[in-house]
């Protein structure tokens, strides 16, 4: 990582008793990580192009997922089902 990115990082270590309170809980609840942290690293600033280019990827995803839905489930869904009349 670059230095410059270091020294934007706010790094606040906390200690096990004081860390269990009920904002730290409900900060997970509404961020929830696969780990546990006691304290998590922040920048001061909100990095513009890291949330444009994330943002970007989860619409390339959303966009491959609408396609292989059109593509593929729904002629399949479509073909599975006796039409009505034929019952």
Known sequence: MSSGFLSNVIYKPVVYPRN??????????????????????RTTQIRKMYVAWHSLQAC???????????????????????????L
């Open 60 to 86: 390339a995803c959303a966009a491959v997922q609408y396609v292989l839905l059109m593509q593929f489930y729904i002629p399949t869904l479509r073909n599975s089902v006796p039409p009505q009349r034929n």
């Open 20 to 41: 269990v309170t009920v904002g730290n809980y409900l900060y997970f609840v509404v961020a929830p990580t696969f780990v546990y942290e006691t304290s998590y690293p």
